[in-house]
């Protein structure tokens, strides 16, 4: 067949923050290496993060070490992180961030020109490095000009539509032009998923169009395994008003820089929805909350700053009794706490985003916010020193990958993950290509069926409208599968999947292969469905409610439940789960947990 | 509910044309929306570039009545109504197709400029920096790379001259040389390679920046002065006497 076709030791699928740390490191290792990316270099979703980076660096706080880390992050995944893992993450963080300052990132200052930090949810104190609002933006900026140097070739505007395979280990990557609608084909010793996330599995999510599930989905179909797929992040502020503008994200930075939360009566109710597991260190009346916004070092954490699925699921109380804002959300007030001027240098592109978009000036008025669909703390099951997948080749970084967050994820240990995992993934899979002594096979007969599947749009004679099909997943989801769930929807869930799995597979696009967006949705709905179907099923069999998941029918976190994992593997074309034990933690670890 | 009509680009490099579309207006919306709403219903493959609908990638760059800005940040209220909304590709890239058009050129550029080179860090292994002088680079750093001012610096698109690497890359040029950190010096490729001197400061990109970056007086002009302050030109000499401007101190 003659199609065009690359070469590489290493093939780096994603562009953000991971699969660009990996691709750097790498190459650095001396690999031949190429970056995929669906849309241009340096608009990976990564560059919308805001809030910033945790590393216990203890430039604001000099209490903060990577023990403290390592506690929080287990405490806020609600005791499902992967232990290797968390404590790989806390202790290198603080190396990772200074690199990047290495290589030109300018993070906000202390007053002794060292790297300022920020408190965050469910961090103990202050640990985020940030750029004002705009932290992921100076991440993959950073990145991408540092990146551009290191001799990785970049495929800008790329998709990978399929993972290529010799015998049960990888051999490259299937893909098309966006552009041009032409195919080409990727031959790799060794492949990084760094895709990023799931968010367009649900109809308000704070994620762009990339966020489809791609790397959980290819890593699927390649016979990975994938963990913990049940534990979706709903952020508890995107924006609620106007439509148009429905689910984009309002950092929480606005709570850690001091922003309440109020009901329509203007109570500030958050002290009302305090988990005994973080009663020790959370103020329990405001002139105390107060106290610690003036920096009071004895005055405990206000409320709004409890991990995101408590403070999510709160909001939603509100709302169900009748308190909630007009548009079915809350208040979040930070112009009564700070001036004009503070809340304008410390949220400038916030303050920006509701005076443009929601016709609202933040420094004198609330704004009005509701839970959105953010982040998967699920994904490609890996080892956690080696970022290998279980198929021979195939490694995953960043949001694409599950273990280290857990049931919930904590503000900020994101963009830390992506390049401490990042540069993990892309130093065993260059080691990996380097041992690799026999050459690397793909059969026509597998390009021929990719082929026919990426084609399939065009010659069905179906009469499904990509878009429809699409929205009527996203509904499906939110209705059955969302914040809040329950034994019967979940199951209606699945089977709705099923009749949506056959309407996708009638899906007609019109006009040619050159820049078809029609086309573009068409095949991405087949890795929404698959990784719609991994969250449906792994939350119907955690029979408890633990972070991200939350069922109504069992309101308790159990310990029969803490004690298994949940893995989705295909067999024999269908979609497998099974409960495994975690690893146990070693003692000296859980007396850090006190 | 309240219809509005819309003239969108339809076609690619051989042949195009506007078309037209009506969509109906819902409180708050977006030129970016109302595009969506087009793709969704009635026109399917219409090719669009779209990220963060948030103004935080840079991504969907247009001509929007012939004004070059953002769709997701461009809301309709904004525009007037009672005429169609016509929305172009930028006008300076080659065309692709509809409003997508080929800005790799912006990445080859790129390339050209090298990469920082710090100074050593200090013994206790920190680097130190004062807000102060971040500050000031900081902003050019707000750079989502929309392109907008490549597309509307009148060397570029008038005179097709491509060896100037254009305000946004001036920009960067300027993050560099103002590093507190960066140890290179950078100013004649500035002079030569990048070719400053075309630019003649006419502000028309910093008028379309969506992020508001000065990207003429806070960063082109105090780089000309360097150019200028480290070449002796007379020119520059002479172009410092009429703007009253003095060479900036902290080179
Ligand atoms: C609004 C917002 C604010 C956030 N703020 C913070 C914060 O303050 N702190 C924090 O820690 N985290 C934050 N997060 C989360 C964090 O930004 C993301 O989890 C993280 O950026 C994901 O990075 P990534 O590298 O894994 O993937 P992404 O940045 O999502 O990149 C994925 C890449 O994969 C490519 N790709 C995907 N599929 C394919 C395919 N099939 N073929 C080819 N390429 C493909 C894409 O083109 C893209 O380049 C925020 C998220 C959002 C939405
Ligand atoms: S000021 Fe200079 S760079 Fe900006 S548009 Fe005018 S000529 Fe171009
Ligand atoms: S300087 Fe402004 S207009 Fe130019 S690319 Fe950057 S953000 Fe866009
Ligand atoms: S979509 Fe990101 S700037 Fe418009």
């Known amino acids: ?594 | 509910m309240k219809e509005v009509t819309f003239r969108v680009f339809r076609g690619d490099k051989e042949k195009g044309e506007l078309k037209e579309y009506k969509v109906p207006l819902s409180e708050g919306m977006v030129v970016l929306d109302a595009i969506h709403e087009i793709q969704a219903t009635e026109a399917n493959d219409l090719a669009v570039r779209w990220n963060c609908k948030a103004g935080k990638c840079g991504s969907c760059g247009a001509e929007i009545n012939g004004k070059p800005r953002l769709m997701c940040m461009t809301r309709m209220d904004v525009l007037p109504m009672d005429k169609p909304v016509t929305v172009e590709p930028m006008k300076r890239f080659p065309l692709v197709k509809d409003l997508v058009t080929d800005v790799s050129w912006n990445f080859e550029v790129n390339k050209r400029i090298r990469p920082l080179k710090p100074q050593p860090r200090q013994a206790d292994g920190t680097h130190r920096m004062m807000q102060m002088d971040v500050e000031r680079i900081q902003e050019f750093h707000k750079c989502i790379e929309c392109f907008l001012c490549q597309n509307v610096c009148h060397v570029m698109r008038d005179h097709k001259i491509t060896d100037f690497i254009g305000p946004r890359f001036l920009i960067r040029c300027a993050t560099l040389v103002m590093h507190p950190l960066d140890t290179e010096n950078r100013l004649r490729e500035l002079k030569d390679d990048f070719r400053i001197g075309y630019c003649n400061i006419t502000k028309c990109c910093t008028e379309v920046c969506p992020e508001e970056i000065g990207i003429t007086d806070n960063a082109i002009i105090p780089l000309k002065e360097r150019v200028a302050g480290a070449f002796y030109d007379p020119l520059a000499w002479l172009w410092r006497l009429l703007t009253g401007k003095k060479a900036d101190q902290r080179t």
């Open chain 1, 1 to 594: 067949m003659s199609h065009e076709i690359h070469e590489h030791d290493v093939l780096v699928i994603g562009a953000g923050g991971a699969g660009l740390r990996a691709a750097i490191e790498a190459s650095a290792l001396g690999v031949s290496v190429g970056l995929v990316s669906k849309s241009l270099l340096g608009k990976a979703h990564t560059v919308m993060a805001e809030g910033g980076m945790a590393a216990s660096l203890g430039n604001t706080d000099d209490r903060d070490d990577w023990k403290m880390h390592f506690r929080d992050t287990i405490r806020g995944g609600k005791m499902m992180g992967n232990w290797k893992m968390v404590e790989i993450f806390a202790k290198e963080a603080p190396d990772r961030v200074n690199e990047l300052e290495e290589w030109g990132a300018l993070f906000d200052r202390t007053e002794d020109g060292r790297i300022a930090q920020r408190n965050f949810g469910g961090h103990r104190y202050p640990r985020l490095a940030h750029v004002g609002d705009r932290t992921g933006l100076e991440m993959i900026r950073t990145l991408q000009n540092h990146g551009i140097h290191q001799g990785v070739d970049i495929y800008m505007e790329c998709t990978i539509v399929e993972l290529l395979m010799d015998g049960d280990r990888i051999a490259g990557a299937f893909g098309y032009w966006r552009e041009s609608g032409k195919f080409v084909i990727f031959k790799a010793k060794a492949v990084i998923l760094a895709t990023g996330g799931v968010g367009k599995c649900y109809r308000f999510t704070s994620n762009s169009w990339e966020c489809t599930g791609d790397g959980q989905a290819l890593a699927y179909r390649a016979g990975a395994s994938l963990v913990g797929m049940e534990f979706v992040q709903f952020h508890p502020t995107g924006m609620i008003w106007p439509p148009s503008v429905r689910g984009v994200l309002v950092t929480e930075g606005v709570r850690g820089d001091g922003g309440i939360l109020k009901n329509n009566l203007g109570e500030r109710f958050m002290f009302n929805y305090i988990p005994e597991m973080f009663a020790a260190e959370t103020a329990d009346t405001v002139e105390e909350a107060s106290r610690w916004l003036e920096k009071d070092p004895n005055a405990r954490r206000p409320p709004e700053l409890l991990t995101r699925d408590v403070v999510a699921r709160s909001i939603r109380a509100e709302r169900l009794a009748g308190r909630g804002s007009p548009h079915g959300g809350a208040f979040l007030d930070i112009a009564s706490q700070r001036s004009p001027e503070y809340i304008k240098r410390k949220l400038p592109s916030m303050y920006h985003q509701f005076k443009h978009l929601g016709n609202l000036d933040i420094t004198k008025e609330p704004m009005e916010v509701g839970p959105t669909c953010h982040y998967i703390m699920g994904g490609v099951l890996v080892d956690p020193e080696t970022a290998g997948s279980d198929v021979p080749g195939l490694y995953s970084a960043g949001e694409a990958a599950g273990g280290l967050h857990g049931a919930n994820r904590l503000g900020g240990n994101s963009l830390t993950d992506l390049i401490v995992f990042g540069r993990r993934a892309g130093q065993y899979a260059a080691e990996y290509a380097k041992s690799l002594k026999s050459s690397i096979k793909i059969s026509d007969a597998q390009l021929k069926q990719v082929e026919k599947v990426a084609i399939a749009p065009f010659e069905d004679s179906g009469k499904e409208n990509p878009y429809q099909v699409f929205q009527d997943l996203q509904s499906c989801m939110e209705l059955n599968s969302g914040i809040v769930r329950v034994k019967s929807e979940l199951e209606t869930c699945l089977v709705e999947l099923e009749k949506l799995k056959e309407r996708a597979a009638k899906v007609k696009v019109e006009g040619n292969r050159h820049f078809n967006s029609g086309w573009h949705y068409a095949l991405d709905l087949r890795n929404l469905l698959t990784v719609s179907e991994a969250i449906s099923l792994s939350a119907l069999h955690r029979e408890e409610s633990r972070g991200g998941h939350t069922r109504e029918d069992f309101p308790d976190s159990t310990e029969k439940f803490e004690k298994v994992i949940t893995i989705v593997k295909e067999k024999g074309g269908k979609m497998t789960w099974k409960h495994e034990p975690k690893s146990e933690m070693p003692e000296e670890l859980k007396e850090l947990l006190a």
